[in-house]
């Protein structure tokens, strides 16, 4: 299974189409505006969640309330699509601004900026859904929750933070976990790297923009112990093998083993800043300030919906090349 997107930030639309999902899913628009309507919540989110209300169009792969195994194509329009004419030139630190002008031989950055956006993430959460919808029909649940904003751990104290670095015309970021339950056994494989889940999971979170690093289960603070006290021991009990810890993530080998998948993705703070960073003017080359385009101050929460749509992808891919099939029925049977 495989997804493409298309279109540009402030462009007329995003399109995807995801290929590869079998027939007799029942699927309809309203599955997928849900998640897309938690992509846009969140505390410290910018002026744009006030003027985009996404909502996607079905355009191809759905016949009276089921996919019928082609190509599923989506569509999400813009409403905001005032900037894409703009030239810009002043380069912002931390974008994709200079490596990307360098690569394309490009003096106008918004050429850069519009596809480098995380604009993009709305197509892939919609992408995700569809994924989500088909993971549920096994009982397969991804979920998500914020664990840290600007290094404050305390839930209470999140939004004081958001607004101080609001007030400070700065941004900040954070760390979200993601957890699946209800995973079986045997997903993914220790054969070959391209195979292993762990790094098809990390990849996927890594490729969301601003993800900085990414853990499964114990993940970094598994180094600073021994071996004794973080393998999960194995039991026995009532017909099935069981742990009684869950430091792996619910992944050994590159495999699910029956627990669930513990995620966790590291969030850089937004690089567009009210108040912008010294930079340089691409042209020009002369000493400036970056150019300031509309941002969030915080949108820990949203990338957290995207890594569950992330996440449910890679999933569902893995699903798929388990238990085989065309059909929803088919994978039911082999299951």
């Not at 030239?87 to 990307?100: I, S």
């Not at 760390?175 to 070959?192: D, M, Q, R, T, Y």
Request: hydrophobic share 40%; proline share 3%; with cysteine.
């Amino acid at each position: 299974m495989r997804f493409l997107t298309a279109g540009e930030s402030h462009g007329k639309c995003l399109i995807g189409i995801l290929e590869g999902m079998v027939s007799n899913l029942p699927l309809s628009e309203a599955d997928i505006n849900k998640e897309l309507a938690r992509r846009q919540e969140g505390y410290g989110r910018g002026e744009r969640m006030k003027i985009e209300k996404d909502t996607v169009e079905i355009l191809s792969g759905l016949r009276k309330g089921k996919t019928i195994g082609s190509p599923i194509a989506l569509m999400i329009n813009n409403k905001s699509t005032e900037f894409f004419d703009q030239v810009v030139t002043k380069l912002r630190p931390g974008h994709a601004d200079l490596a990307g002008a360098l690569k394309y031989n490009t003096g106008d950055i918004r050429n850069i900026l519009e596809r480098s956006s995380a604009r993009e993430t709305a197509m892939r959460v919609a992408i995700g859904a569809i994924c989500k919808k088909f993971l549920a029909q096994f009982k397969v649940i991804v979920s998500s929750k914020v664990e840290e904003i600007g290094g404050e751990k305390n839930k209470p104290r999140f939004n004081a933070v958001i607004d101080e670095a609001k007030e400070a015309l700065d941004s900040v970021g954070g760390i979200f976990e993601i957890k699946i339950v209800n995973v079986p056994a045997g997903l993914g494989s220790h054969v070959h790297y391209d195979r292993r889940l762990n790094a098809l999971l990390a990849s996927a979170l890594m490729s969301i923009p601003a993800i900085k690093g990414v853990e499964v289960g114990l993940g970094f603070e598994a180094s600073r112990h021994r071996g004794s006290k973080v393998h999960d021991e194995i039991f026995y009990e009532k017909g099935k093998f069981v742990h009684k810890t869950n430091n792996a993530g619910g992944i050994e080998g590159g495999m699910t083993n029956g627990e669930p998948i513990i995620l966790k993705a590291a969030m850089k703070p937004i690089a567009t800043l009210v108040k912008p960073l010294k930079s340089v003017d691409f042209k020009s080359k002369k000493a400036t300030s970056a150019h300031i385009e509309r941002a969030d101050t915080c949108a820990v929460e949203a990338a957290a919906v995207i890594g569950e749509a992330m996440a449910a992808f890679v999933l569902t891919d893995a699903f798929l090349q388990k238990f085989g099939g065309d059909s929803l029925e088919e994978i039911r049977w082999r299951l």
